[in-house]
Nanobody, 113 residues
């Protein structure tokens, strides 16, 4: 298992963009990874997944607006978030696609006018 550190969250207005980063303590090259979010009063949910083979999958709520990617040379996972909505407000975490590793501290994304 690796240690994960998320960053990039911020307070933004609806329609704006953010890019989240997740730096791992080791290689992500052969790992199926995901971005999760946990909104107040709601369960943590998987919003984007990136397989080691390059396949991607997105929750319906973010499809067409979020893009997951990875830089293997930097052991870093990214989540590009465009056209942000207030309902995207949450703490965002990265982990394996099935949440096997210890959770990081997450990064707060707040979307409000």
């Amino acid at each position: 298992q690796l240690q994960l550190v998320e960053s990039g969250g911020d307070l933004v207005q609806p329609g704006e963009s953010l890019r989240l980063s997740c730096v791992a303590s080791g290689s992500l090259r052969w790992i199926n990874m995901g971005w999760y979010r946990e909104a107040p009063g709601k369960r943590r949910e998987l919003v984007a997944a990136l397989g080691a083979d390059g396949r991607t999958d997105y929750a319906d709520a973010v499809k067409g607006r979020f893009t997951i990617s990875k830089d293997n040379s930097k052991n870093t996972l990214y989540l590009q978030m465009n056209s942000l909505k207030p309902e995207d407000t949450a703490v965002y975490y990265c982990n394996t696609e099935v949440g096997l590793w210890p959770w990081g501290q997450g990064t707060q994304v707040t979307v409000t006018s």
